[in-house]
């Protein structure tokens, strides 16, 4: 039972482009959700979060948009640079879960952004 | 400062045999999480320790995997005789522990069983 889904395995974008990757969420008790971002052999590094309080998070060249009634949310890079090749993970958090954070995965979707 | 590292960063092991995969996590850091990546699949969250304590084992897939952790820092994730179905990149993230402080992820340690 995927509580967290990217349902587009990738996406590849031209330099300079917007990148637009899409996470849809099925409990509605998550009210805290992240981005993560992954290089290979790497371990995933935070990229940015959002609260559901809010609809926007913006963070540089990186914005989370989040639409709580229809269960979405989406992060747009613009403009996407060749380094933001990457997997990027959509993640969320309960606060049932108290003190313990722990995250709740999509299955990531792999963004190719070509010079 | 020093990130979270795990080792081994590989292991490949016979179907059987027992495994133990370490985490150190940041120093300071109070709250520490296993996840693992298993193919074509999302992370899936395994253990939370506070301190030396786990308050949530609710992700462990069986009662072949256990983990612990000492002096609040060091952990330690125990397969016993692995299935080739415990095939994946395991994950150890640490956080101070206030509330949703970022987590931050080591490398991984891929397992593979034979």
């Known amino acids: 039972d995927q509580q967290v889904k990217q349902n587009s395995p990738s996406l590849s974008v031209q330099e300079g482009r917007i990148s637009i990757l899409n996470c849809d969420y099925t409990?509605?008790?998550?009210?805290?959700f992240l981005w993560y971002k992954k290089y290979p052999a790497e371990g995933p590094t935070f990229l940015i979060s959002?609260?559901?309080?809010?609809d926007k998070n913006e963070d540089g060249r990186f914005t989370v948009f989040l639409n709580k009634s229809a269960k979405h949310l989406s992060l747009h890079i613009v403009p996407s640079q060749p380094g933001d090749s990457a997997v990027y993970f959509c993640?969320?958090?309960?606060?049932?879960?108290?003190?313990?954070?722990?995250?709740?995965f999509g299955k990531g979707i792999t963004l190719s952004v070509r010079p | 400062g020093a990130g979270v590292s795990q080792s081994p960063s590989n292991k490949v092991t016979e179907k059987g045999k027992d495994v133990e995969l370490r985490c150190d996590p940041i120093?300071?850091?109070?709250?520490l999480y296993w996840y693992r990546q298993s193919l074509g699949q999302g992370l899936e969250f395994l253990i939370y320790f506070q301190g030396n304590s786990a308050p949530d084992k609710s992700g462990l897939p069986s009662d072949r995997f256990s983990a612990e952790r000492t002096g609040g820092s060091v952990s330690t994730l125990t397969i016993q005789r692995t299935q080739q179905e415990d095939s994946a990149v395991y994950l150890c993230?640490?956080?101070?522990?206030?509330?949703?402080?970022?987590?931050?992820f080591g490398p991984g340690t891929r397992l593979t069983v034979l």
């Open positions: 959002i609260s559901s309080i809010k």
């Open positions: 993640a969320a958090n309960s606060p049932l879960t108290g003190a313990n954070s722990k995250l709740t």
């Open positions: 120093s300071g850091h109070t709250a």
């Open positions: 409990n509605s008790m998550f009210d805290y």
């Open positions: 993230a640490s956080s101070q522990g206030q509330g949703r402080d970022t987590q931050y």
